[in-house]
Nanobody, 113 residues
Framework: QVQLVESGGGLVQAGGSLRLSCAASGSMFRFSVMGWYRQAPGKQREQVAVISFGGSTNYADSVKGRFTISRDNAKNTVYLQMNSLKPEDTAVYYC???????WGQGTQVTVSS
């Protein structure tokens, strides 16, 4: 059974930074695409960034140049560095392990103006 545990969310002022972490149990992590998603109140969940097992990345247009996804396969952990945060980045952020479609419980990010 795979478990994903996110951490690092919180309240930050616009222009600030946060780094989210997602630690995965099990052996599937290093072979799987990983992703970060977010869901704001009243909106559908959207993909923010994905990273392949080899380190190739892809970002939503709304976060390009501000967010960076990375992974440490030795630690079974994926990160999301978020800089220049905006109020519209406020959402619950989830990590996803594509192989088997596992999701974390989410971590709240709130950006005040």
């Amino acid at each position: 059974q795979v478990q994903l545990v996110e951490s690092g969310g919180g309240l930050v002022q616009a222009g600030g930074s946060l780094r989210l972490s997602c630690a995965a149990s099990g052996s599937m992590f290093r072979f799987s695409v990983m992703g970060w998603y977010r869901q704001a109140p009243g909106k559908q969940r959207e993909q923010v960034a994905v990273i392949s097992f080899g380190g190739s990345t892809n970002y939503a247009d709304s976060v390009k140049g501000r967010f960076t996804i990375s992974r440490d396969n030795a630690k079974n952990t994926v990160y999301l560095q978020m800089n220049s945060l905006k109020p519209e980045d406020t959402a619950v952020y989830y990590c996803r392990l594509f192989q088997g479609d596992y999701w974390g419980q989410g971590t709240q990010v709130t950006v005040s103006s």
